[in-house]
């Protein structure tokens, strides 16, 4: 079993860049599909973004296809979300997590209490002025 960890939240001002990165120990992410989840403080955790073990993306949420990119970095066992254009209501924890499948699971809504496997402990991320 993979372990999981994110890093690459902070502070930044509206309408600036971050990339988050979720970084595996004990395994390979490059067998695994991998999702990016996101939860703003009193909501539910929704998806964000996912990418195959085939490097297929599956975009969840319509505010972000535009300025989130999800890659994987095979030789580093890395998968990052871009953030671009940030704006106020991104600030949530961003979560990676895994079921162990090669493919994403469909749209439109992933819910995150059904998605068992490997998680991540999260990072913050805040956009604010």
């Known amino acids: 079993q993979v372990q999981l960890v994110e890093s690459g939240g902070e502070l930044v001002q509206p309408g600036t860049s971050l990339r988050l990165s979720c970084t595996a120990s004990?395994?390979?992410?490059?067998?695994?599909?991998i999702v990016w989840f996101r939860q703003v403080s009193g909501k539910e955790r929704e998806a964000v973004s996912c990418?195959?073990?085939?490097?297929?993306?599956?975009n969840y949420e319509d505010t972000t296809k535009d300025r989130f990119t999800i890659s994987r970095d095979t030789d580093k066992n890395t998968v990052s979300l871009q953030m671009n254009s940030l704006r106020p209501e991104d600030t949530a924890v961003y979560y990676c997590a895994t079921d162990y499948a090669g493919w994403c699971p469909p749209g439109p809504r992933v819910s995150a209490e059904s998605y068992t496997g490997s998680w991540g402990q999260g990072t913050q991320v805040t956009v604010s002025s």
């Open positions: 990418i195959s073990n085939t490097d297929y993306i599956t």
């Open positions: 004990g395994g390979t992410l490059n067998w695994y599909a």
